[in-house]
């Protein structure tokens, strides 16, 4: 058990490691859309812990989730500038690498986990930037007492719901875009897109979330997900 989640942390410490040097040159995937919209169990997560969540309902291109009972706990990076998300996802993840291997105030070792969720907002600042937050989905063991660590901070998620469309192949800057719209496209009409709406006007939410469960080497089964992230009036989450 430990050995495997040690070479489980091995790998993606490689496969991060080779991306964050050589940088995602000509990286294409046949697999892109090969399961938009339908649910799967990502892979990944048979192999290290992932949050659970209640599925509330299963719509046409869309699934409806609540992740509930105060067990959805992330670390997340200060919001990044940035006109890539591909790029500022290297960027958030390479701080939270460290974090996860030590470099935290308990110079503590945390397991790998999946997926690593990178929320979305417009900027204030010029040149079309958006703005980034990154965040690591802290594993139970840990959920109490993340180790604190300069530059990052921990979010809750406590009753949070979620809109997700998941999709294959490797995510980039214009596929994210494409997959939120399909995504906004589905739920227009039924009876979560007043809530939606609601949230992200009030700027509660990002205007959207991309979850990745694979390390950017794996071609094979990927799945990401785009997520809208909102509260329902009655069940106030906190942060
Ligand atoms: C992004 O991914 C889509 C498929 O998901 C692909 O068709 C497109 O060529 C990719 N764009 C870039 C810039 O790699
Ligand atoms: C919620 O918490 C209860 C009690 O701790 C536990 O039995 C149950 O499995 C949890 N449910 C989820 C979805 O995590
Ligand atoms: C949620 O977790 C936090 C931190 O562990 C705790 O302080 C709070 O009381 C919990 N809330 C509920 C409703 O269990």
């Known amino acids: 058990m430990a050995a495997a989640s040690t070479m489980i942390t091995l790998k993606f410490s490689f496969l991060w490691s080779l991306l964050l040097s050589v940088s995602l040159l000509g990286v294409k995937s046949s697999h892109s859309h090969q399961n938009g919209g339908r649910r799967t169990i990502p892979p990944t997560c048979k192999r290290i812990e992932c949050p659970t969540h209640d599925v509330i309902e299963v719509g046409d ?51 790998m986990t999946a ?10 600042g010029p040149f079309c930037k958006s ?8 594993p139970k063991l840990n959920q109490a007492n993340p180790p604190p660590a300069k530059g990052l901070h921990v979010q809750r998620w406590n009753n949070m719901y979620v809109a997700a469309r998941q999709f294959g192949g490797h995510v980039n800057d214009s596929n994210v875009a494409v997959e939120a719209a399909v995504l906004r496209a ?16 009030a700027g509660h939410a990002s205007v959207y979330t991309v979850a990745q469960y694979n390390d950017p080497f794996e071609y094979q089964n990927r799945v990401n997900e785009i997520l809208f992230l909102f509260e329902m009036e009655s069940e106030r989450h906190a942060i």
């Open 61 to 111: 291109g869309y699934e409806i989730r609540r992740y509930n009972n105060n067990s959805t706990v992330w670390m997340s990076t200060s919001p990044i500038q940035d006109i890539s998300l591909v790029e500022a996802t290297r960027t958030g993840f390479r701080s939270l690498f460290d974090y996860i291997q030590g470099k935290n105030n308990y110079k503590q070792k945390i397991e």
């Open 115 to 124: 997926p690593v969720i990178t929320e979305v907002s417009p900027s204030d």
């Open 131 to 138: 703005s980034f937050v990154v965040s690591f989905f802290v």
């Open 186 to 201: 589905s739920i227009e009409g039924t009876k979560w897109s007043g809530a939606i709406d609601k949230n992200q006007k």
